[in-house]
């Protein structure tokens, strides 16, 4: 069955920078989307992007450019969420989730990595 | 693109029927039949419940239902049970390959 794990949480200071992995199983990786979403604390659910799996390119929402990156390991069937000089307020889950297309409806969902920053 | 518009809460007792509604734009809802709601108990993972607007994946109870309406669409949990008490998003395609998302709507069980 399609599996998206994801790596653990993270506990970082302000300006550093966190990579969060999600390993995919259980289908043909490079087919379909991978996509991001960002839940902070007590708030719902925003869409950052996706990363086409078979070409490398990223489509990132509005909000979301500049200090994140998507990334890939074709190899190991893995994909990479890194943020860069983060800040408090980057504090949330993040989700990665397939999906059939880029827009399209996500599913499955990873399990979410919690990144908190903090001085 | 803005966020859909969803109410923050609503509420229904065991049995009853709930309506939630999702309302973007000419540019997401309006244009597109890529709705979809998920269903997020506190502290879980998001479980896609309807995807395309009005079609349930597998194992999702037939209590669910989704609809649309111009740039409105809405979710119906009907024959409402104490384990329907959750958090539901919806999201819509947006053209240009992009998703959006809806603030979420509790839904509390009386």
């Known amino acids: 069955q399609v599996q998206l794990v994801q790596s653990g949480p993270e506990l970082k200071k302000p300006g550093a920078s966190v990579k969060v992995s999600c390993k995919a199983s259980g289908y043909t990786f490079t087919r379909y989307p991978m996509n991001w979403v960002r839940q902070a604390p007590g708030q719902g659910l925003e869409w950052m992007g996706w990363?086409?799996?078979?070409?490398?390119?990223?489509t990132f929402a509005q909000g979301f450019t500049g200090r994140f990156v998507f990334s890939l390991d074709t190899s190991v069937t893995t994909a990479y969420l890194q943020i860069s000089n983060l800040k408090p307020e980057d504090t949330a889950v993040y989700y990665c989730a397939k999906s059939r297309w880029g827009g399209d409806w996500i599913d499955p969902w990873g399990q979410g990595t919690p990144v908190t920053v903090s001085s | 693109q803005s966020a859909l518009t969803q109410p923050p809460s609503a509420s229904g007792s065991p049995g009853q029927s709930v309506t939630l509604s999702c309302t973007g734009t000419s540019s997401d809802v309006g244009s597109y039949n890529y709705v979809s709601w998920y269903q997020q108990y506190p502290g879980k993972v998001p479980k896609l419940i309807i995807y395309e607007v009005n079609k349930r994946p597998s194992g999702v109870p037939d209590r669910f239902s989704g609809f649309k309406s111009g740039n409105t669409a809405s979710l119906t949990v009907s024959g409402l049970q104490a384990d329907d008490e959750a958090d539901y998003y919806c999201s819509s395609y947006a053209g240009n390959n992009n998703l959006v998302f809806g603030g979420g709507t509790k839904l509390t069980v009386l």
């Open positions: 990363i086409d799996t078979n070409t490398g390119n990223p």
